[in-house]
């Protein structure tokens, strides 16, 4: 298992990559995940459990943190943490536990 992060204008993007299961033939899948919050206990909780959601599901994520609370306003976030997935937004107001965000990478 290759885990490699990559720092783009202060937004970490994590990428997981599972290179025994992805051929240089075949593009892996890459699931957008987005954490909303400001940076808080709950938000890298979060964050931990989709690393290791992703790693178990041999996934590669890219991972997008906004704390731009006006951004957050605007796509109706009324809590934090919040977890959006391929643009929907998932969870809100709480943690989901590593089943429950494997569940929803796979859908």
């Not at 943190?65 to 976030?77: A, C, K, P, R, W």
């Not at 989901?96 to 929803?104: F, K, N, Q, T």
């Amino acid at each position: 298992m290759t885990i490699v992060i990559f720092p783009l204008d202060k937004i970490p993007q994590i990428r997981l990559i599972d290179l025994s299961r992805h051929s240089n033939k075949r593009k892996a899948m890459i699931k957008e995940v987005t954490i909303f919050g400001v940076g808080c206990s709950l938000c890298r909780l979060l964050q931990s459990n989709i690393q290791t959601a992703s790693l178990q599901l041999g996934m590669e994520v890219k991972i997008r943190e906004v704390t731009d609370i006006q951004e957050m306003i605007n796509l109706g976030i009324s809590a934090i943490p919040a977890l959006a997935i391929g643009g929907e937004v998932v969870a809100s107001g709480r943690v989901p536990d590593v089943p429950d965000i494997m569940r929803l990478l796979k859908a």
